[in-house]
């Protein structure tokens, strides 16, 4: 590891495998660091070590350390390497930034709560052990359902997700990217989103004859193939 590696880490969150990176978030910021050529050390965090984030003044991940400055949060995050590494811009000025706020929060709170209820039956065996109960007790507090019933039939959860996809599928049909003809900060949000379904599922909400799939695919593929060397669930 060289010295900017050493002095800039992500802290993001993994499973029992620690090649599990399963935080939709994280890979926000991994895709963002990589896209301004910014090199990092992976620093592999569990959710329950709440302490060794403590300086993030929060309790989630993903959190950059980058020489003393520590940001908590993937937007934060993102907004931080905009301001401080202008090269390599990851929104197209003011409007860049608002869509891709507008596309965070579309991921955060209307297609994140559908798809959590169609993968969390095969994501919580890859949640480390040390975790477990935290994550369990968290769920039932805050969708007042254990792990194993919110799991317990995934399919309309499913239906509904692929409901939601159709507008983003429409509109990769016709454009390469969300930034255009190259990927920007709303493309990444929601690749993190996908890389996420990908880790902890075995079934993709798309066939191979879609626009999502070749969007995906080519994002699987940016940065020397940085998300596909994440191994699938399949090989975890
Ligand atoms: N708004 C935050 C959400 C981050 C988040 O919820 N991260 C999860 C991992 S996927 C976490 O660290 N959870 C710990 C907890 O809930 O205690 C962001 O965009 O970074």
Redesign the pocket.
């Known amino acids: 590891m060289n010295t900017t590696e050493q002095k800039r880490r992500l802290f993001e969150?993994v499973g029992e495998n620690p090649r599990a990176h399963?935080?939709?978030?994280?890979w926000?910021?991994r895709m963002a660091l990589a896209h301004k050529r910014l090199k990092f050390a992976s620093t592999p965090?569990h959710?329950?070590e709440?302490q060794r984030i403590a300086r993030s003044d929060g309790?989630?991940?993903?959190v950059l350390v980058d020489g003393g400055t520590w940001v908590?949060?993937?937007?934060?995050?993102a907004c931080y390497l905009e301001e401080t590494y202008p090269d390599y811009p990851l929104f197209d000025g003011a409007a860049g930034k608002a869509k891709a706020l507008f596309v965070?929060k579309w991921a955060?709170n209307a297609l994140h709560p559908l798809i959590f209820p169609a993968v969390i039956a095969e994501q919580f065996p890859l949640t480390a052990q040390c975790d477990k109960a935290?994550y369990e007790e968290?769920t039932k507090r805050k969708f007042k359902q254990s792990v194993e019933e919110i799991g317990a039939d995934p399919e309309p959860a499913r239906a509904a997700v692929l409901k939601a996809l159709g507008p983003l599928e429409s509109t990769l049909a016709n454009v390469s990217f969300l930034g255009g003809g190259a990927p920007d900060y709303a493309d990444y949000i929601l690749f993190g989103t996908f890389q996420?379904v990908r880790v902890v599922s075995h079934r993709p909400f798309w066939s191979s004859d879609s626009a999502l799939h070749r969007w995906f695919e080519a994002l699987l593929d940016a940065f020397e193939g940085m998300g596909r060397a994440q191994p699938p669930r399949n090989e975890l």
């Open positions: 969150v399963l935080s939709p978030y994280c926000r910021s965090w959710i329950t709440k309790v989630t991940a993903p908590r949060d993937s937007w934060q995050i965070n955060d935290y968290r996420w």
